[in-house]
């Protein structure tokens, strides 16, 4: 099982940009299917966006799209969120999450490992 910690969470003004670091132990990121949600108060948990075990092939929900890359370095066996373009509609608390299965999900009861979360907030 592995163990996801978070950091890189702050303010931002509209139109910025932030890159959230998602830090793995006890397991290789490369190995699991890395997800990115989040969850704004009052809001289901959204999923944001994966990057896929072995090929790195990314997937992003509609309304990141063009604006959130997620990447990952092997070396440092962390995963990235890269947010430009930042709207106060992604104001959340953003979560990593690793899943071992095999299809691609987007659906939060698919990953078994989370980080803690880290606040975004974005000010118009």
């Known amino acids: 099982q592995v163990q996801l910690v978070e950091s890189g969470g702050g303010l931002v003004q509209a139109g910025g940009s932030l890159t959230l670091s998602c830090a793995a132990s006890?397991?290789?990121?490369?190995?699991?299917?890395m997800g990115w949600f989040r969850q704004a108060p009052g809001k289901m948990r959204e999923f944001v966006g994966y990057?896929?075990?072995?090929?790195?092939?990314?997937y992003y929900v509609d309304s990141v799209k063009g604006r959130f890359t997620i990447s990952r370095d092997n070396a440092k066996n962390t995963v990235y969120l890269q947010m430009n373009s930042l709207k106060p509609e992604d104001t959340a608390v953003y979560f990593c999450?690793?899943?071992?299965?095999?299809?691609?999900?987007?659906?939060?009861?698919?990953?078994?490992?989370w980080g803690q979360g880290t606040q975004v907030t974005i000010s118009s």
């Open positions: 990057i896929s075990r072995s090929s790195g092939a990314t």
């Open positions: 006890g397991g290789t990121v490369s190995s699991y299917r």
């Open positions: 999450a690793a899943s071992r299965s095999l299809r691609s999900t987007i659906s939060s009861n698919d990953y078994d490992s």
